[in-house]
Structures are given as C-alpha cells and as structure tokens.
C-alpha cells in the first residue's frame, strides 16, 4: 500500500432541476432582449429575437463556465474545446433563428 499524500475531494454538490448554467444564461439574457428598445407590445418577430438571444446567453454562458472549470483544472485544450462549442452553438442559433431583416432594420425598428 503506498503512502502517497491523500487527496482530498471537495464536497459533492448535486445538481436541481433548473439548476444549470444554461437556465441562468437562458433567463438573463431572455429578459435583457426583451426589454431593450422594446416598442410597448411584443410582435411574433420581437417574441422570436427574445427566444434567439436567451438560447445563445444559454449557449455561451455554459461555454464560458465550462471553460472556466477546464482551466481551473489546468486542461488548456478542454477550455479552447468549450469556447469553441459555445460560439459555435451561438452562430447555429443565429443562422436557424436568424432575424429576416437586416440589422438596419432592426436598430430603427428595434
């Protein structure tokens, strides 16, 4: 039996229903799309732009979490690995729930 230092693992947390850095992402950034430049009713597009940018907070809030926890760890290649997905989660979501108009539009529009 060796006697090599023992090591000691910090304490397990269990994960809720919910509890996830993608719902904390998700909401966040739901609530800042929905109300920034906001005309006074909320249109199916406006409904369709709020649901795109909290699923990519979603997206890179885990991304950036993930990587996070990689370099924390000192797996430099794992924090790049999860960089990577997240911003190609954001612009897989960008290109399926793309806005139709241009971005013109939408600064006039809001």
Known sequence: MSRGR??????V????RGDSDFVRGF????CLSAFQNAPRELAAGRLQRVLR???QGGAALTAGARAAAQIR???YAGALVAAAAGAAGVLL???LLGDAVGPATEDRNG
């Open 6 to 11: 023992a090591v000691r693992a910090g304490p």
């Open 13 to 16: 947390r269990e994960r809720k």
């Open 27 to 30: 909401v966040a950034s739901a």
């Open 53 to 55: 940018h909290g699923l």
């Open 73 to 75: 760890r000192g797996d």
């Open 93 to 95: 979501i960008e290109k």
